[in-house]
């Protein structure tokens, strides 16, 4: 091999920058393999070292004789890096003839290990036998401390995906848990369905304006004795879980007072009683708004007798298309006086007439900037719709409330109490 | 998962004579069949030779890797018990390198009718030292082991893996990969590498009753002299031969003399 220091030197330089040039390229091979800022050694296939430099030796702090022809290479490395070596290093050489870049620790005479980044090549003789393995070795300790913080790191962001994950799904199992629990308070608001009343047909639609579904709107309709049937709805203060806990009282309140005096007026009451003894005593008024009803079905017809506290008029759809609002004057709102007065009033509803309970989230919904649907559009819708049975009404009435969107910002309930038609009831065209 | 086709799942391949007895070869932990390519071509001139890749390794379908189940030797025993059963063998011959040497013992147990004969290379049924025995390695070990796996991808990335893994009819896409050979999910190789290490599976030597070959090196830091003679006191219708061979991989070392050695054990054994 031609000495470098013969090369000519390059032409222009200066005499004193020429004279270090020169003596620069004196560096001989020999001199650059020992001295290489990189270890190089050479082994036998089988891992026997046959050749290392001075700069690999003085890393591992070991002396050439210790080492040349007595240690194989996988003897340099951690017991670790000596299973990987068995296990990808040594097969993927052999398969390849050549790996590059391969993280290992080398184990130091003193103990320490120091990182580095391995490659090798099998040199092959003329016929393509493999003869020997060059390998050189960096020094790759700020390498890989830089490559463990990454890896740090990167096992702390997936720690906290983890736990994060985790605080999610119990999140999701609590929010199940809660709407299951939810769900059967709501059950103890209203009834899951209506009882089938004999000569009557009956219709309902509720609707919950809280995302918990729990309504400060209440309905319900039982049996009194073989002949009546006691009915109801309302509205009490507020909505949410505060309302429910009132309506929940209200339903029952309600109920009991009927087993015991099913005059409707009695009913309404009783109630006023209770909720002013519970609340208003207490400094905390809370009311509400309700109708109460009883209801015989006849041969003829059902006769109805109403009582209301303060609450918007029941109406009724008659079988000759006409509209009837059912007012009930003097009745005040439930739970605020200690005596409250009670408005009634009866009716009887022919065959194919239907009446209509509701609360005034049907007509406080708003429909425009500052407006709002109303009774006198309320009661054009039915006349619009007249007559019609509690299901046909109940469903156009749905219709209504959808058309709403969000401008259906109160709890809403309907109850629709009927006598079928003595025959088929046909749309007329209108 | 119970529709899968078993063969696409394992990367099932087989060569050789068609009517020739089977030799099912099994790789072990690092690499994928392809550790076996230098004794292949000895072996496929006497019998029919299947190789497959475990679930996790080489060209084997990733979706149906399961931490689970791949976190017990009993996990891979079930693959080779599935691809017996898919390919119909009756007494084959499996071979398994390093950590698959016990998978067969495992699978033979189960399915007797199915694997006549053993051929464990480079076993070693235990890797940790315990009370009297040395396995040759510590807890501490494999977790340095672990580390080395971290730090050595090998030519794996999310990115690459659907080109090697999912192109079965075209293996040239992978073989041009480097490393691919050795290219393993690190979250898989993980999981594998525990399973091999720190199980241990003395016990099970026990229950081996068909003829066995015990292969070993003269020096393997994974499997040592005194595992192998271990293994094979533990076996006793088993044959001990040492290969004049170092390393942990014999069949890429020494590969002439271990597919001697096997030719003459089942030669023997037929």
New interface residues.
């Given amino acids: 091999m031609r000495r470098l220091g013969e090369e000519p030197a390059p032409s222009g330089a200066g005499g004193g920058a020429n004279a270090a040039f020169t003596s620069l390229l004196e560096d001989s091979a020999e001199e650059l393999y020992e001295s290489a800022p990189c270890g190089y050694l050479s082994t036998l296939?089988?891992?026997t070292i046959a050749k290392i430099n001075d700069t690999l030796l003085e890393w591992l702090g070991l002396e050439r004789t210790a080492v040349v022809g007595r240690r194989?290479f996988?003897d340099l490395l951690?017991?670790?890096?000596?299973?990987?070596h068995?296990?990808?290093f040594?097969?993927?050489l052999?398969?390849?003839g050549e790996?590059?870049g391969?993280?290992?620790?080398l184990k130091t005479q003193a103990g320490a290990r120091l990182p580095v980044l391995v490659s090798s090549v099998v040199k092959r003789g003329g016929q393509g036998e493999p003869l020997l393995i060059r390998t050189t070795v960096f020094d790759a300790a700020d390498r890989?401390a830089y490559?463990e913080e990454l890896?740090r790191r990167r096992r702390e962001a997936e720690q906290a995906r983890a736990e994060a994950e985790r605080a999610r799904r119990e999140a999701e199992a609590d929010r199940a848990r809660l709407a299951d629990a939810l769900a059967v308070l709501q059950r103890s608001l209203v009834p899951d369905s209506l009882p089938d009343v004999p000569g009557l047909e009956t219709a309902v639609h509720y609707h919950t304006a809280s995302a918990d579904r729990l309504g400060g709107d209440f309905y319900d309709l039982f049996p009194l004795d073989g002949e009546r049937w006691a009915f109801f709805l309302g509205d009490v203060c507020g909505k949410g879980p505060e309302a429910a806990s009132l309506t929940s009282l209200t339903r029952y309140t309600l109920r009991a007072a009927a087993l015991h005096d099913p005059a409707p007026e009695a009913a309404l009451t009783t109630l006023n009683a209770v909720l002013y003894e519970r609340y208003a005593v207490g400094g905390d008024p809370r009311y509400c708004t309700a109708i109460f009803g009883v209801v015989e079905p006849g041969p003829a017809g059902a006769t109805v007798h109403l009582a209301s506290g303060g609450h918007p008029p029941a109406m009724v759809l008659r079988a000759d298309g006409g509209v009837e609002l059912l007012p009930t004057p003097g009745g005040l709102l439930v739970g605020v006086l200690p005596d409250a007065p009670v408005g009634s009033v009866r009716t009887t509803l022919a065959p194919g007439e239907t009446l209509l309970l509701y609360t005034d989230g049907l007509t406080e919904a708003r429909t425009g900037p500052g407006d709002r649907y109303g009774e006198d559009a309320l009661r054009a819708f039915a006349a619009g719709r007249a007559p019609a049975s509690p299901q046909q009404l109940i469903t156009a009435l749905t219709g209504l409330l959808d058309g709403f969107g969000d401008g259906l910002d109160d709890d809403t309930a309907l109850l629709a109490l009927g006598v079928p038609a003595a025959r088929p009831t046909t749309e007329l065209p209108r | 998962m119970t529709n899968m086709d078993i063969r696409s799942r394992n990367n099932v391949t087989i060569t050789g004579l068609a009517d020739a007895p089977t030799v099912i070869l099994a790789h072990?932990?690092?690499?994928d069949q392809?550790?076996w390519?230098l004794i292949v071509p000895a072996l496929e001139e006497r019998y029919r030779v299947v190789l497959f890749d475990y679930v996790g390794a080489g060209g084997s379908e990733p979706s149906a890797w399961d931490p689970e189940r791949y976190s017990s030797l009993e996990g891979y025993a079930r693959d080779v018990v599935e691809v017996c059963e898919e390919l119909d063998l009756k007494e084959a011959a499996f071979v398994g390198h390093?950590v698959s040497a016990m998978v067969g013992v495992l699978a033979a147990r189960t399915v007797p009718e199915r694997i006549g004969a053993l051929v464990m290379v480079a076993p070693s049924p235990c890797y940790l030292d315990d009370d009297g025995y040395r396995g040759g390695?510590?807890a501490a070990?494999?977790?340095?082991?672990?580390?080395?796996?971290?730090?050595?991808y090998?030519g794996w990335s999310s990115a690459m893996a659907p080109v090697i893994m999912g192109n079965p009819d075209r293996p040239e896409l992978g073989r041009e990969l480097?490393?691919s050979?050795?290219a393993t999910d690190p979250d898989v190789a993980r999981v594998f590498a525990r399973t091999t290490?720190l199980t241990d599976s003395r016990a099970d030597l026990a229950d081996v009753t068909v003829p066995t070959l015990v292969l070993e090196c003269t020096?393997?830091?994974?499997a040592p002299r005194e595992v192998g003679a271990y293994v094979h006191a533990a076996i006793p219708s088993s044959r001990l031969v040492t290969l004049e061979a170092?390393?942990?991989?014999p069949q890429?070392?020494a590969p002439e003399a271990t597919a001697e050695a096997i030719l003459d054990f089942l030669a023997a054994w037929h």
Avoid at chain 1, 102 to 105: D, G, K, N, R
Avoid at chain 2, 246 to 249: E, I, Q, R, V, W
């Fill in positions: 296939m089988d891992g194989r996988a951690t017991v670790g890096g000596k299973l990987y068995e296990t990808h040594a097969p993927l052999r398969m390849q790996l590059r391969i993280a290992l620790e890989r490559e890896l | 072990g932990f690092g690499c392809n550790m390519r390093s390695f510590s070990d494999i977790d340095e082991l672990l580390e080395s796996l971290e730090s050595n090998l480097t490393n050979f050795c290490f020096e393997d830091v994974i170092t390393g942990h991989c890429l070392s």
